[in-house]
């Protein structure tokens, strides 16, 4: 089955941090309900620079963890060999 993963680029000023962080709490259970798994990670060396993958079994599943908006930066996951 093929998978497909949807990228996210946020910066998030050190004043919204709080607020980021608990609204990623939120949408975590959101994405656990579509049976979408959700990765956040911060950049090494950038403060307030995050990604976001999220990854589903396919497009419908990811637009539906989304609120229902098809994500613009989507990955097919390809399998050769």
């Known amino acids: 089955m093929t998978r497909v993963l949807a990228t996210t680029e946020r910066h998030v000023h050190a004043d919204a941090r709080d607020a980021y962080f ?3 709490q939120q949408r ?14 911060e950049h090494a ?15 419908l599943a990811l637009a539906s963890a989304l609120g229902g908006s098809t994500p613009a930066n989507v990955w097919r996951e390809v399998q050769r060999g």
């Open 22 to 24: 608990a609204e990623l």
């Open 28 to 41: 975590r259970v959101v994405f656990e309900e579509a049976h979408v798994h959700f990765w956040v990670f």
């Open 45 to 59: 060396i950038e403060d307030g620079r995050f990604i976001e993958f999220a990854e589903g079994a396919d497009v």
